[in-house]
């Protein structure tokens, strides 16, 4: 019994790899052929997107094609607004923190910001010792 048990399993063993293999070559055709058929509508899509081969199109697909372009302008669009205006209030804030700057730095006393020293005392050598006689 063991054995009929064994040789059992061995034969569905050897039977689910030779499926497994036979699906295999199956799964990557079908994978290929649908990767292919999708190229091929990237690629005609993109062509018509460019404005070729648009004759062969129906008077539906044109409008279409027409609404996913305005679709895509607006898009564009929007996406520059919106970097024009965080440029711009950016470089506002830069301004308005250069302003600051320059109204604290204008607000310091001049004698701190513009220190000179006068007394020139410090430069001349001192005096020499006085001599007692007597």
Same mark, same amino acid.
């Given at each position: ?80 607004? =919106? ?8 470089? =506002? ?9 320059? $109204? ?7 004698? =701190? ?7 020139? $005392? ?13």
């Amino acid at each position: 019994m063991e054995s009929i048990l064994e040789r059992y399993e061995r034969y569905s063993y050897t039977e689910r790899q030779l499926v497994a293999a036979d699906a295999a070559p199956r799964s990557w055709t079908l994978e290929y052929n649908k990767l292919k058929s999708r190229a091929e509508l990237l690629q005609r899509n993109h062509r018509h997107y460019m404005g070729e081969d648009i004759e062969s199109l129906s008077l539906k697909e044109i409008q279409n094609l027409e609404q996913q372009l305005d679709t895509g302008l607006k898009n564009i669009r929007s996406r520059k607004n =919106q970097l024009l205006h965080e440029s711009i209030s950016e470089l =506002q804030k830069k301004i308005k923190e250069k302003e600051k700057e320059k $109204t604290i730095t204008q607000n310091v006393p001049w004698e =701190q910001h513009n220190y000179v020293d006068t007394d020139a $005392t410090f430069l001349m050598p001192p005096p020499p010792p006085a001599l007692n006689i007597g």
